[in-house]
């Protein structure tokens, strides 16, 4: 084994199962989802009440209309967040996060406070890793 490589085990170690192929999928569609920055922002300010697309993309800053569009369309079809149109001159659009939504508040919020808390550090250590990097 040359040096700085480790050896990773083919199974998993005791006490955890495997996840079949199939379960892998799902898994990874899931978390594409919510583990997109983008749909971790905007749960993160649906968290805090309903909110119009024009409200959520000033408090998000710097998402484009599409993608914030797109964002928002992805996690209705997903179940997390409901679209409610009142009819109005123009219409009045409101997003607020469905039951199945608020379930992912707390772990998606306890990952944007570890991020915001931790940027400085992983900022610091990209900042290293790059200079060793150039220096060979």
Same mark, same amino acid.
């Given at each position: 084994m040359k040096p700085g490589r480790f050896s990773v085990p083919a199974f998993p170690p005791p006490g955890h199962e495997a996840l079949a192929p199939d379960r892998c999928r799902t898994v990874g569609n899931v978390l594409a989802r919510i583990g997109d920055k983008w749909s971790v922002l905007v749960i993160m300010? $649906?968290?805090?009440?309903? @909110?119009?697309?024009?409200?959520? +993309?000033?408090?998000?800053? *710097? #998402?484009?209309? =599409?993608?914030?569009?797109?964002? $928002?369309?992805?996690?209705? @079809?997903?179940?997390?967040?409901? +679209?409610?149109?009142?009819? *109005? #001159?123009?219409? =009045?659009?409101?997003?607020?996060?469905t039951e199945l939504g608020m379930s992912l508040r707390e772990p998606v919020t306890a990952l944007g406070r570890w991020a915001a808390s931790n940027h400085d550090r992983i900022a610091a250590a990209q900042v290293h890793f790059d200079r060793r990097d150039t220096t060979g």
């Open positions: 300010q $649906l968290g805090e009440g309903s @909110r119009r697309f024009s409200e959520l +993309r000033r408090a998000i800053g *710097s #998402i484009s209309q =599409r993608m914030l569009t797109l964002t $928002l369309r992805g996690l209705e @079809r997903d179940g997390l967040i409901s +679209r409610t149109i009142t009819p *109005s #001159i123009p219409p =009045r659009v409101d997003y607020e996060l």
